[in-house]
């Protein structure tokens, strides 16, 4: 397996990554790949031919071997560190379908336009394809230290194993080859899964509090807007809700106004034309 191709595709990933994801991926590179190419290949090498058992039997040896052994640990690891590393792909191929969009949009609307502020970030669909893959890959890693546990009973290598499987003729013993240096590996792997997984749910718990922290200040604005545009409303003197009609104790308080003492002046007027009809014609003396 070229682990450069798989490192150089992998490292796209990060900078679209947050600070833990960052992290994340340190880790797989330095604690996981590099581990496992420098040191792990060459520690179990060729297991089966290291794997002594105290009989000429034919075929003992190797019912025995697939027996304790039915899955290697250097090629399950080598699974792990694929299966866990494409959710991350998802996440590459997702910004490059946003780049996609956005030169077809531009070559459509010309090169001012703009589809998306920036396709790389975290933001609708993109959000929650990063999302998704921090759970994808959460439970791979669960579920690869459950198999490691599952098949090899435990995580710790015994130096001597008991063999009763025909073809053996009787109970074999058998010895695994660098059983220590095995058994450190196997638990320095696990540490770092282990590691891995808790870096994932860091990265989950951020994504979620930082989305519904953004949503709670996105309602308390649209809530201060409300309240400010209902507050001026109120407060508008020329509002015609804001004119409340005057008490009758307001109005014995004033003094008549011209739209109240005009509707005594007609008898007034009655009064002065009587007055002028009795009253003899002066001038036409």
Known sequence: MDWKTFQALLSGVNKYSTAFGRV??????VFRVMVYVVAAERVWGDEQKDFDCNTKQPGCSNVCYDYFFPISHIRLWALQLIFISCPSFLVVMHVAYRDDRERKYRAKHGEEAKL???????????WWTYLISLFVKTGIEVAFLYIL????????LPRLVKCEVAPCPNQVDCYIGHPTEKKVFTYFMVGASALCIILNIC??????????????????RRHQNVAVHHHDYHDD??????LQPPSKMDLKDKPPSFRTASGLRPN???LEERIRASAPNLLSA
């Open 203 to 220: 990265e989950i718990v951020y994504l979620i509090a930082k989305r519904m922290v953004r949503i709670v200040n996105k309602i308390k």
């Open 24 to 29: 994340w991926l340190s880790v797989v590179f």
């Open 268 to 270: 007034g007027l009655k």
């Open 149 to 156: 546990h599952h098949v090899y009973d435990s995580f710790y």
């Open 237 to 242: 003197p020329f509002n015609s809700s804001n």
């Open 116 to 126: 998306y502020n920036n396709t790389g970030k975290k933001h609708g669909g993109l």
